[in-house]
C-alpha cells in the first residue's frame, strides 16, 4: 500500500515557476513508477510525465517538454516535478501516481491546485 501527498501548488504569474512535490508512505516507493497527471476544469486528465523507479527514464507530455521536469529521491520518498515558464493552460489540478509501469496506475494522491495568471 502506498499513500501520496502533494504538495506546493499555488497561484503564479505567467511565465512564472513552481515546484509540486509528493510525499509516499511505504517502502515499496522506490519500486514503482511513478506519474504527474494534471486535469483543467471541463477537461479529460492528462498525463503531464513519469519516471521509471530507478529515474533511467523519464517521459513527457508534448504540451510541457522542454518548461517541467520530473525527478525522485527514493530514499526521500518523493517525486517532484519542477515547473518554468507557466503558461495560463497549465492552470489544472496537479495529482502524482504510482505503478508497474505503462499505463497502469495503483495509487493517487489527492491533488494540488496550480492556477497560472495572465
Known amino acids: 500500500q502506498v499513500q501520496l501527498v502533494e504538495s506546493g501548488g499555488g497561484l503564479v504569474q505567467a511565465g512564472g515557476s513552481l515546484r509540486l512535490s509528493c510525499a509516499a508512505s511505504?517502502?515499496?516507493?522506490?519500486?514503482?513508477?511513478m506519474g504527474w497527471f494534471r486535469q483543467a476544469p471541463g477537461k479529460e486528465r492528462e498525463i503531464v510525465g513519469s519516471?521509471?523507479?530507478?529515474?533511467?527514464?523519464?517521459d513527457y507530455a508534448d504540451s510541457v517538454a522542454g518548461r517541467f521536469t520530473v525527478s525522485r529521491d527514493n530514499a526521500k520518498n518523493t517525486v517532484y516535478l519542477q515547473m518554468n515558464s507557466l503558461k495560463p493552460e497549465d492552470t489544472a489540478v496537479y495529482h502524482c501516481?504510482?505503478?508497474?509501469?505503462?499505463?497502469?496506475?495503483?495509487?493517487w494522491g489527492q491533488g494540488t491546485q496550480v492556477t497560472v495568471s495572465s
Open positions: 511505504g517502502r515499496a516507493f522506490s519500486i514503482y513508477t
Open positions: 501516481a504510482a505503478g508497474p509501469g505503462g499505463s497502469n496506475w495503483f495509487y
Open positions: 519516471i521509471s523507479w530507478s529515474g533511467g527514464r523519464i
